[in-house]
Each structure stands twice: as structure tokens, then as C-alpha cells.
């Protein structure tokens, strides 16, 4: 038997020669064996930043574990230049000599004596073979720049020439090696009015000049940076919203531990002397004597507390994982169904062998001796496959296969900058001299082509979304429309062939969790109707898989670049596509698309947050239970969508959208929203609460309540400690709503009125006795009338109330201190229904002051009804749902009517024909036959049951449905 070395060493030359040689990728080649790997051998192989060309004097690695030694050969054998560092999102180093057209460039890392496989070689090619019209004309970026300013940032640059910037002509800056983007230091600092170019040069030929710059006048003020979060053990920190060319300088306390001058965005900085736990860290940008606010202390967290990693889809056969939400410096540790398969840094990170289809990936990072948990677990991407005559495209993004119901979306969609990208085969053709795909955007503007190598039968090769060594996700890349161009020439003549496919954000672009985008949960929206004094959880089907969702949302923001844009523009479509009103239509967002032309607030929050979805922005309704009870308001709850947003101009964060009550608003921050808008503030709202990550499907469907709180007395706001929330719910005004505490009652008021009635729980037809007593707190006479009023309230429809019962007026003139007592009763109505909420509500609306007092009441039917369903089901299985109903009264329940509404992820049909009459204490049992067509995180049945004069009763269950193949099944 040979030894796991040599079964190492045989893996290891095989993956290399056919990763050389082009490679091919399942379904089309067998999926790679998955050797048996020792502790020693679960370093990642790192990357080497490509294309390498001949003359250049520097290459740049990335993906290593902090601290490793880094060793750079050219052939596998020659040692050509090496280092350490500690900066494992990627490092230049210098070789020696300057590379070679036809070497080949690997490069391994050593951690604690063991030492990586190498890495994936690069081939060094003539850059002016595949551009005989020379070296690009640089693009000095961003811009403008300020008198004062000590760096600048340059690209469009052949990687690893000799860039030079100057300012009147003077050299000012140079870097010998550069990358692909590329900022340095300039000195002397630039000087107003200065005209500044940048030139590259590369085997000694030259580019064009860069567009020449002229240098700013110091801005009068500058924008206070922010620092991100910063852990214990972390040597580095990020600095945000940095002024071009601005000396940057970070403090603990009063000690400068960092600074130097950058060019625009962000910039890391190593720290020295390391921040401990409970350190503040500030930061400062200068111009001149131009000086900024301080940043916003962030306090340095003990690294017991680092988050898990956010992981970027991975398709299968991929070999790298991109991941975010990490510490600049932490060692990131990757596993496949626990098992360890890669164990490097920074942003992109190898895999030691390719991800296989249906496996399930969990990441962790480490600081020091803390380890934070796992990641959510990301199942690998089994891909999507398009094919024409020749060309085919392959690791189309699953989440868009159409399921029950919905219609598909006819081309490929890819979420950009991650490892699932475009791939392009084209089957035989060994008569072919040249292959290539050229890919265009709507407009027909070529954004790229791809050169196809042949190897293992197929010509192939992909869109490499790594677009340089510092910007791993390219959010240069227009979303949108493409089409791909097969070019294929061959002694027979030249064929062309064109596929569409589509490009969105991808959600791993910010830190939020799966839930809320391309996931399985990312199909459902939780919203929440509210009662009186408490807020029930609903579902919507959001279906943004289904063309008539994510065709609306790919054409709103095709050719869009940044998501705070698209998410405007996909907030004003829902604006302007619907009539407001305040009823509630549905729970579907394909039968609200095809049906409604009206809709309530949840209805848009739930398509907006479906757009949003559709092309890649993490997104989730938010709901406000609305101080209804004592306010006087005319609906009682609202709801909204935050959207998870990173900008170029605006800080990563939640933002706020509502289309119809803000029609023309930009997103806006929790704070801004929670304090300048009627709707959302402490003195409109009871709370603002929201379905988090963590959702349980049977819970948000169980008919029950998600929260209750009682009310203070007299203040007439809830208690500040509910009496019950769900594990899974998350209370917003608590996450940057309110800057204030959560409800006060200082100082209190004195109770004006009460209310007392003779049951709290009545059935249909039963009497309501009401004693109410108002009593004059006031130092005058209270004059003025008052209202009372029994409510029937909807908890889905946003009106507020939905009818009312009854109302009585009376005149009130009453000396300081006195009581009036007024008693009034109501006989019930025999078609209420049990789901809505009811209660009795005064107002006291005198001259001078208005008083309010509410108490609540139940509804029951006549009837009870116990319905008997699975939780779980699997698709294709045929399953049944029961519902029993027992006439509980001494009358003949007449015209019994029992509807269901289906989701679309079952179909069936009863096979019970409904008695029009129920006798006294008689049963009846209803049998559904059903289906699961599709898998569904929550399929939502809607059970209503009416009588005639036995009252009403609408029932809501969730069924999980899950995929047949069970988790080993799957597995290769």
C-alpha cells in the first residue's frame, strides 16, 4: 500500500497538470477523488495574481495564513524571490531576475515547519503579443486631488511594471512592480493647481500618458473616518469614508498607533502597539491644517466575540472560496461536512481539492487562541447548464431553478466576484485554431473576452471575477443583461453562436445573513399583523425565482454598478406600479403581481424586498405595531423593508425603504428613518420587530401570537418588558430606531378613565355588559362628549378599525374630581369571526384635554376545530390534511362553507362534500388529498370557515416541504 505522502504527491501532480492543461468541470468529467488527507497536508495552496508578464519584477500572492513564509519558484524549481508576511489578503514580492515569457510561476507557504502544496502555476506571457497596441493608458482613480494630498491611486495597469506618477512633470512617486490597481505614496505632497499624469513602463516600452488631473484647492472641511470593528489579536484595522490623499491617523486613547497619508475609500492600517479588549479606537484625516472630526469611538472586542464568517455561493468544482466579515488578519479554517479542506487567509482562499456537489461548507476564523463559530453552512452549488448547438454555459446560480407554479428564467444568473462565474465549454472540435467567447452587455459594449483552451475533449475556460489582488468582489461590473458570443475559427471557416445570461449583486458583498437573500428561506417573507397588545407572525411567498419577479428587478437596474442606486430605483417601481389602500389582498407575491392593482403596506414591503432579493441585496420586512389603542391613528400596524446596503458613498448598514408612504425618499438609515419619520417614531409605534436569521417554520404559522405585552397604567404605553417574544424575533427600536430608552412613563398621569366589562371571552350572539367610569383629573371642569365604541379589527388589513360594531355618544360636563358612570350593552352579531380582534375603546374628548382607554375582548364561534396536517413532507409525496368541526352550541349551525387556499407548492382537492347544516353537538371531518409539488421552506394553507349563525374562523398552517434526497443520498 503506498503511504499518504506518496498518494499526496500523486494527487498533487495530477491536479497540476490538469489544472494546466485547462481541466474540465462536472457534470461533463468525472467528479475528483477526495483523498485521504493527514493534519500536515490541509494548508491551502495559494494563489498567484494573473496574468504574469514578461519583464515585471514583482508577484503578487494572496491567501495565506498570517505570519507564513512565502516562497515564490519559477519551473517549480528556482527560487526567484519569497518573504513573510502577515497580510494574508495579499502581498507583492520582488523576484529576481525579472520574470521570463514561458515560465512558469508557483508559489507555496509554510506555517510551523509544514508546508503547502503549490500553487496553481501561471504562465508568464508577452504582453505586448496579446496587445501589440501597446500598454493601456493608465486612469488615475479616485479622484479629485487636494493640494496637500500624500497618495494617490492609479489603474488600468499591466501588472507588475514600473509605474511612475508625476505632477509638472516632476517624478512625485513610483512603485517597481505594480499591480493590476495600485495606490502609493507622492512627495513632496501635491500643491494647488498642479497638473499630474501617470505613465507605466514595461520591457522598456512605455504607455500613454493617464488624462492629466489637476490638483484641488483643500476641501474647507473633511468627513469624520470611521473604524470597523476591531478585535483582540487583530494587528490591523479598517478605516472608512477616507478624503483622497489624507494623512489618516488612528488612536487608542490619546497614543497615535497608526497613520500614514491614503488614497480615497478605505485603507487598512497595522497597529503598533497592538489594541487590548475594551481599547477605543479613534481615527483623524488632516489636509493641510484642515483637521476632521474624530471617528466615532469603536471599542476593541474581546476575540471570544468574533463573528462568523459570511461564505460567498460555491458551485461545484470550483477549488477557492471567497469570504467576508472576516478580521483583516485572521486565519480563516474551511471544512466540507466537517472535514477540513483548506486552511489560509484574507478574502480568497483555496480548497484542497474541488468542492463537490451537495457537500455543505462551514468557515471559521481564529485570532490568537480564539476560534469564532462556524459559519452559516453554504450547500455547494450543483450548477445550472445552459447548451446551444456548441456553446454551453454552466454554474448558473441554483437558486433560480422554477419550482411549482413559477415560470423560469430563461437565461443563466450569476452573482458577480464569486467563484461561481460564467463557464464557457464547447465539446470536440480539435480541428479549431482559435476559441474564444466575447461577452456584451445590453448595449452591445464588449466588457470581455475569454480566450478557451482545449484539454479532456472540451475547449474551455471562464470569467475570472478576481479582477485584481485588492478587489476580490469587482463592483465595477455592471448587473444585468449579457450575451456570450462563441467565436470559433477552424480550417472548415468561422462559427458564431450567442447565449443571454444575467449578472447580479452578490449577496456576499455585505454581511447579512443567508436568510435574507439567495437562500432557501430567501423565498419567504415574514411580516406580522398585530392585535391589541400583541403581533402575530405572517408568511409571504416571495418568489424572486419566478421571471415576472426577477424580470421587473433585472430591468430596473440593469447596468447598475452600485445597490444603494438599485435599491432606489427598485423602491420607485413598487411606488409607482400600485394604488394605496389599506386591506389586505394576499400573501403571494405572483398572485398580488398577476391579480391585484391595489396594495397595503406589507404587500409592498414583500414585492420591494422580492426585487431586491432577485438581483442579489439582501433584504427583509420590517413591522411596526402602531400605538392604535390610545393614539387615534387609522391603521394599526405598518410595514416597511430594510435592505442591506454597501455603497461607494454611503457605509455598509441597514437601510430603510417604503414605497408608498415615502415615495420619492432615498434609503435611509435606522436612525434617520426612526426619528424623522411619522411612522416609525416611539410616540406612532408599540414596537418595530422583525423575523430574524433564525426563523422556525412551524412557529411563524402557528396561528399564534409572537409577542404580547400588557400596557402600563396610566401612561397608556406597553410595559417595557414584553410578556412574552419568540427566541427567533428581533425588536428593532432596541438596533438604531430609538436613541432613546425603550417605553417611559415619567411622569405619570392619572387615570381618567376605566373601563369593566362582564366577560373577557364571549361566543357569537352573546351580550356585552359595560360599566365605564370617567373621572375629572383635571383642575377645571371637564366639558366634551364621550365616544364609545366596540371594534373589529382585521390583524391582516392595515385599516384600523376594519368595522365598527357599535358606538354610543354622550355629553359630559363634569366638576374637578367628580365621576360619571355610564353603562351600555351590545349583543354580538352571529357572523363574527374568531380571527379578528375586538374590544371596547372610550374617548374622552374634552375641551381642554383627551383621554383614552381601551380594553380587549375575545370572539369565539359556536363551533370548535382541531386540524391534523404533517410538518414536514418531502416532494412527490401524496400526504392528507383533517379538519374536524364540532357544533358546541344547542342550534343547527346553517350554511357551513369551508374554503382553503392553497400554496402553490401542493395542489389537491377535498374529497368531503360539506354539509349545509351542522345538528347540536354533531362532527363533521373534511379530508384533503394533496401533493408537494415543490421544496418550500413554509407553504402557507388558509382554512376559512363560515356559517350563517355560528360565527367564523380563519385558520393558517405551514408545512415544511424538503427536497426527496436525503443529505446522504446526495453525496457522490
Excluded at 62 to 81: E, L, R, S, W
Excluded at 323 to 332: E, H, K, L
Excluded at 424 to 437: E, I, L, N, W
Excluded at 635 to 645: G, K, L, P, Y
Aim: aromatic residues 10%; proline residues 7%; hydrophobic residues 35%.
Amino acid at each position: 500500500m503506498k503511504s499518504l505522502s506518496s498518494r499526496w504527491n500523486f494527487f498533487v501532480l495530477l491536479a497540476i497538470l490538469i489544472l494546466y492543461l485547462g481541466g474540465c468541470c462536472p457534470p461533463f468529467c468525472p467528479k475528483p477523488p477526495k483523498p485521504d488527507y493527514d493534519e500536515e497536508s490541509r494548508l491551502s495552496p495559494l494563489t498567484v495574481s494573473s496574468p504574469l508578464y514578461e519583464c515585471a519584477t514583482a508577484v503578487s500572492v494572496q491567501g495565506f495564513v498570517p505570519g507564513a513564509k512565502i516562497d515564490i519558484y519559477a519551473d517549480n524549481a528556482t527560487h526567484i524571490g519569497g518573504g513573510v508576511s502577515d497580510a494574508p489578503w495579499g502581498q507583492s514580492f520582488s523576484v529576481n531576475p525579472p520574470l521570463v515569457a514561458g515560465q512558469l510561476i508557483t508559489a507555496t507557504q509554510t506555517v510551523d515547519g509544514v508546508t503547502s502544496p503549490p500553487s496553481k502555476p501561471v504562465k508568464v506571457v508577452s504582453f505586448f503579443e496579446t496587445h501589440p497596441e501597446g500598454l493601456p493608458k493608465p486612469k488615475i482613480r479616485p479622484i479629485p486631488l487636494y493640494n496637500c494630498g500624500g497618495a494617490i491611486g492609479v489603474g488600468n495597469l499591466a501588472q507588475g511594471g514600473l509605474l511612475e506618477v508625476f505632477a509638472d512633470g516632476n517624478l512625485v512617486g513610483d512603485v517597481n512592480g505594480c499591480g493590476a490597481g495600485q495606490w502609493l505614496f507622492v512627495n513632496p505632497q501635491f500643491v494647488k493647481d498642479q497638473k499630474v499624469h501617470a505613465t507605466e513602463k514595461l520591457c522598456q516600452k512605455t504607455s500613454p500618458k493617464s488624462d492629466m488631473e489637476t490638483v484641488l484647492e483643500t476641501p474647507v472641511s473633511l468627513p469624520k473616518p470611521s473604524v470597523r470593528e476591531v478585535y483582540e489579536g487583530g494587528k490591523y484595522c479598517t478605516v472608512d469614508n477616507i478624503t483622497n490623499g489624507a494623512m489618516v491617523e488612528v488612536y487608542n486613547g490619546n497614543q497615535k498607533i497608526a497613520g500614514h497619508y491614503c488614497s480615497g475609500g478605505s485603507q487598512i492600517f497595522r497597529l503598533d502597539p497592538q489594541p487590548s479588549a475594551g481599547d477605543q479606537l479613534t481615527s483623524i484625516q488632516k489636509l493641510c491644517n484642515i483637521i476632521s472630526d474624530p471617528s466615532d469611538p469603536t471599542t476593541v472586542k474581546p476575540c471570544v466575540e468574533l463573528p462568523a464568517p459570511t461564505v460567498s455561493p460555491i458551485c461545484a468544482g470550483d477549488d477557492f472560496i471567497i469570504v467576508s466579515g472576516t478580521a483583516p488578519d485572521a486565519r480563516i479554517r474551511i471544512y466540507a461536512d466537517g472535514t477540513p479542506i483548506g486552511d489560509g487567509g484574507g478574502a480568497k482562499i483555496n480548497l484542497i481539492h474541488p468542492a463537490v456537489g451537495g457537500e455543505i461548507i462551514t468557515v471559521t476564523q481564529s485570532l490568537g487562541a480564539c476560534t469564532s463559530p462556524s459559519s452559516i453552512p453554504v450547500k455547494v452549488n450543483e450548477g445550472m447548464v445552459k447548451q446551444k448547438e456548441l456553446l454551453i454555459m454552466k454554474n448558473g446560480h441554483e437558486f433560480f431553478k422554477p419550482e411549482a407554479g413559477e415560470t423560469s428564467v430563461e437565461a443563466l444568473v450569476y452573482t458577480r466576484g464569486t467563484g461561481c462565474s460564467p463557464y464557457f465549454m464547447v465539446k470536440g472540435r480539435d480541428d479549431a485554431t482559435s476559441v474564444s467567447v466575447e461577452i456584451t452587455d445590453s448595449k452591445g459594449r464588449l466588457a470581455k473576452t475569454i480566450l478557451l483552451t482545449f484539454s479532456g475533449g472540451y475547449w474551455s475556460g471562464s470569467w475570472d471575477w478576481s479582477s485584481s489582488l485588492w478587489n476580490l468582489i469587482p463592483d465595477e461590473i455592471p448587473v444585468g443583461e449579457y450575451k456570450a458570443t462563441l467565436k470559433l475559427t477552424s480550417n472548415a471557416g468561422s462559427i458564431s453562436e450567442s447565449m443571454p445570461f444575467y449578472v447580479i449583486f452578490s449577496p456576499s458583498e455585505v454581511s447579512a445573513p443567508a436568510e435574507f437573500g439567495l437562500s432557501d428561506k430567501g423565498e419567504i417573507g415574514i411580516w406580522f399583523g398585530s392585535g391589541w397588545g400583541s403581533d402575530r407572525a405572517l408568511t409571504y411567498t416571495l418568489h424572486p425565482d419566478d421571471s415576472r419577479v426577477f424580470g421587473a428587478a433585472i430591468k430596473e437596474v440593469n447596468g447598475q454598478v452600485d445597490s444603494y442606486i438599485s435599491a432606489k430605483l427598485l423602491h420607485d417601481w413598487v411606488a409607482n406600479h400600485f394604488i394605496y389602500d389599506l386591506n389586505y389582498h394576499t400573501n403571494d407575491v405572483i398572485d398580488l403581481l398577476t391579480n391585484h392593482s391595489s396594495a397595503q403596506c406589507a404587500d409592498e414591503a414583500n414585492i420591494l424586498t422580492a426585487l431586491l432579493r432577485a438581483v442579489g441585496i439582501p433584504a427583509h420586512p420590517a413591522t411596526a405595531d402602531a400605538a392604535v389603542e390610545f393614539g387615534g391613528y387609522n391603521w394599526n400596524f405598518d410595514t416597511w423593508t430594510e435592505a442591506r446596503i454597501k455603497s461607494s458613498t454611503m457605509a455598509e448598514q441597514w437601510y430603510i425603504l417604503h414605497p408608498h408612504e415615502y415615495p420619492s425618499m432615498q434609503p435611509e438609515t435606522r436612525a434617520t428613518f426612526g426619528s424623522t419619520r411619522g411612522v416609525a417614531t416611539k410616540k406612532a409605534d408599540d414596537d418595530v420587530i422583525m423575523a430574524g436569521a433564525g426563523w422556525a417554520p412551524q412557529e411563524v404559522s402557528d396561528n399564534n401570537s409572537d409577542v404580547t405585552f400588557g400596557y402600563n397604567t396610566p401612561c397608556k404605553e406597553p410595559n417595557q418588558n414584553f410578556n412574552y417574544i419568540a427566541n427567533w424575533l428581533e425588536h428593532l427600536c432596541l438596533q438604531g430606531y430609538w436613541g432613546i430608552g425603550h417605553w417611559t412613563c415619567s411622569p405619570p398621569l392619572n387615570s381618567a378613565v376605566r373601563i369593566q366589562l362582564n366577560k373577557e371571552i364571549y361566543r357569537v350572539g352573546d351580550e356585552v355588559l359595560m360599566d365605564i367610569a370617567v373621572e375629572n383629573v383635571l383642575d377645571s371642569t371637564l366639558r366634551g362628549n364621550v365616544e364609545i365604541a366596540l371594534i373589529n379589527d382585521d390583524p391582516t388589513s392595515k385599516k384600523w378599525p376594519d368595522s365598527v360594531l357599535k358606538s354610543f355618544t354622550e355629553k359630559i360636563d363634569l366638576n374637578r374630581g367628580k365621576t360619571y358612570k355610564i353603562s351600555r350593552s351590545y349583543r354580538l352579531p352571529v357572523n363574527l369571526s374568531a380571527a379578528n380582534s375586538y374590544g371596547v375603546i372610550v374617548k374622552v374628548l374634552g375641551m381642554e384635554k383627551h383621554f383614552y382607554a381601551v380594553v380587549p375582548f375575545q370572539v369565539m364561534p359556536l363551533f370548535s376545530w382541531s386540524l391534523k396536517m404533517p410538518e414536514i413532507v418531502k416532494t412527490g409525496e401524496r400526504f392528507f390534511a383533517n379538519l374536524t368541526l364540532v357544533n358546541e352550541s344547542n342550534v343547527e349551525l346553517k350554511n357551513l362553507r369551508v374554503s382553503v387556499k392553497f400554496p402553490g407548492s401542493v395542489k389537491g382537492s377535498s374529497d368531503s362534500k360539506i354539509p349545509e347544516v351542522l345538528p347540536p353537538g354533531g362532527a363533521y371531518t373534511l379530508n384533503w388529498e394533496l401533493q408537494a409539488l415543490s421544496p418550500s421552506v413554509v407553504s402557507q394553507f388558509i382554512f376559512n370557515i363560515t356559517t350563517e349563525n355560528g360565527g367564523a374562523m380563519k385558520i393558517y398552517k405551514g408545512i415544511e416541504i424538503r427536497s426527496y434526497k436525503a443529505k446522504d443520498e446526495r453525496r457522490h
